[in-house]
């Protein structure tokens, strides 16, 4: 016997918009976001839950001349091939299937809306570094977290950031969440004056998106729900 179908709050439908409009974005209008807008943003992604309420999030949210000097240090490290010690890994150190086939064709999708060719390595590394230019963004956001807390609080900042991109997408800003910035923990600490106690989590790009850039017309595909679920007692 089926059950009846659960009434629909009206706020339901503007959250779905929202999540679903939703994408990364890699390049922004410079359009200023003032201060009061960020921490209109950041009081939302504080209400994410986390293990006793611990709230093991950090942020340095830069603008204008502290988001430039952040990232002429850190293009200059990428540029010269400069590598640190990363944070933790992000990535798997051998890729297998499924997942070696979706980050090739979001990678080969991305090329080709930026008419990136195969094998043009010196155009696929100037995009890279676009990372540590917030992709132009007018702000920048630096996440930390205490290395006496454990890893597993790496799920409680991933909550945080989520709500925080998607109070962004409903406040009518894109964003686009970089890793990558773990990769340079040292540059960020002496430019922003953040303890060795303190963990480069990673970064966010947030401000207007330009409308008139390729690379933001990119959708990325989702598997669909009964690829990844499996459903027991229903």
Request: glycine residues 8%.
């Amino acid at each position: 016997m089926a059950l009846p179908a659960l009434p629909i709050p009206q706020s339901f439908a503007a959250v779905a918009e929202t999540l679903r409009a939703r994408r990364s974005i890699r390049r922004f209008l410079p359009t200023p976001v003032p201060r009061e807008t960020i921490v209109e943003l950041l009081e939302l992604a504080a209400r994410a839950p986390s293990g006793s309420n611990v709230q093991p999030w950090k942020v340095y949210a830069l603008a204008g001349e502290a988001r430039a000097a952040l990232s002429a240090a850190l293009q200059t490290q990428f540029g010269q091939d400069v590598r640190e010690k990363r944070e933790y890994d992000y990535y798997p150190a051998e890729w297998t299937q499924p997942w070696l086939s979706r980050r090739r064709k979001l990678g080969f999708a991305l090329y080709d809306l930026l008419g990136i060719t195969k094998g043009d390595k010196a155009r696929m590394k100037e995009q890279t570094g676009r990372n540590f230019l917030f992709f132009d963004a007018p702000v920048g956001l630096v996440f930390t977290m205490d290395r006496h807390l454990a890893q597993g609080m790496f799920l409680d900042y991933g909550i945080f950031i989520g709500h925080l991109i998607a109070a962004a997408q409903a406040r009518g800003l894109a964003s686009c969440v970089q890793t990558a910035f773990s990769d340079y923990p040292d540059t960020i600490r002496r430019q922003l004056g953040i303890s060795e106690n303190e963990q480069v989590v990673g970064g966010l790009a947030l401000g207007l998106p330009d409308p008139d850039a390729p690379e933001n017309r990119l959708v990325t595909e989702r598997e669909t729900v009964d690829a990844f679920t499996t459903f027991r007692g229903f």
